[in-house]
């Protein structure tokens, strides 16, 4: 059984940083990943992706500021946001997908495993 288990979320001022940590179980078959946010009353949208050969990808809202990267040892992924905006405010989660997907994907249907979430305040 898959289980993914966000953390690192918080209230942070704008310029702020924070790394979101996603501790991983249960997922052998290892395919791309993703963290997504969805502000409330909007849509999911993919921030960061990482394929099962290393290849990421970011939303244009957030290339050059988050960086995705996994820790195989200690079965985690990470995003780590830096020079962080009021308009990052979103609850952030975690995606594995199920099968194999293109390694650039940011598309929720791509991605069967999901946590429950962590929460992400930016205050100007």
């Known amino acids: 059984q898959v289980q993914l288990v966000e953390s690192g979320g918080g209230a942070v001022q704008s310029g702020g940083s924070l790394r979101l940590s996603c501790a991983v179980s249960?997922?052998?078959?290892?395919?791309?990943m993703c963290w997504f946010r969805q502000p409330a009353g909007k849509e999911r949208e993919g921030v960061a992706a990482i394929g099962s050969d290393g290849g990421t990808s970011y939303a244009a809202s957030v290339k050059g500021r988050f960086t995705i990267s996994p820790d195989n040892a200690k079965n985690t992924l990470y995003l780590q946001m830096n020079s962080l905006k009021p308009e990052d405010t979103a609850m952030y989660y975690c995606?594995?997908?199920?099968?194999?997907?293109?390694?650039?994907?940011?598309?929720?249907?791509?991605?069967?495993?999901w946590g429950q979430g962590t929460q992400v305040t930016v205050s100007s």
């Open positions: 249960g997922y052998y078959r290892r395919y791309s």
């Open positions: 995606a594995a997908a199920s099968a194999f997907v293109p390694w650039w994907s940011l598309q929720p249907p791509d991605f069967g495993y």
